[in-house]
């Protein structure tokens, strides 16, 4: 029968079912007993090398403070993400720009967009223009209040004529209630609310969810 160096039967402490460190990972603590019992049990007459105890004990120093460190960097992580989360939920009532007035025309198919007016709005017109800048179609616009509005574009030039399929750009220019001469695009919204999925957080502007990361600019509401 086979008896390993703490005395005790090889055969029962093999059960699966004792096992204490069952992913087998060892940590700091564990090498420090391994050292006790190595001390415990070591030949008088042959005792450890002084030097070698002191690797050892080196050894764990050094391991300890490598947990330290991960652990360190791990409540850092957690605190800048909770900071992250903080950031963004304070940009709510705040004016976001995603940097593109790009709108999609498909064929066959008409191309919805909304354009936010923070004052109420006397009259102007949404002009949609080309790749290079040229005012392919006008969409006169009536009196109306602040906020967002949809508008819907079929595709065709003032002309009467269906485009082609692809990139075109939106904006407005409209005079205001006081009079004052103003400019809104397709792009720029307050951000209404957050959602977070998965640790990722998506701002509401207009009707749609987008990526926060995707936002440009913000300013203040």
Known sequence: MAIDALGQNAATTAS???AVNPNGILGKDDFLKLLLLELKYQ????????????TQTSQLATLE??????????????SLAASMQF??????GKIADTGSNAVVFEEGKSTDF???????????SVKIMDVNGDTIKTIPIDAMSAGTHPYSWNGA?????TVNAGIYYAEAAYTDSTGQDRTSRVGTYPIESVRFDNGKASVKMGSSYVPF?????????
């Open 16 to 18: 699966p079912s004792t």
């Open 43 to 54: 030949d008088p007459t042959s005792p450890m090398d002084s030097e070698k105890i002191l």
């Open 65 to 78: 403070s490598a947990e330290n460190t991960n652990k360190s960097l791990a409540d850092l992580a957690t």
């Open 87 to 92: 950031s963004t939920i304070s940009a709510i």
């Open 114 to 124: 909304e354009l936010y007016f923070p004052q109420d709005v006397k009259n102007g």
């Open 157 to 161: 030039d003032d002309g009467g004529n």
């Open 213 to 221: 990361e995707s936002i440009k600019e913000i300013v203040g509401g």
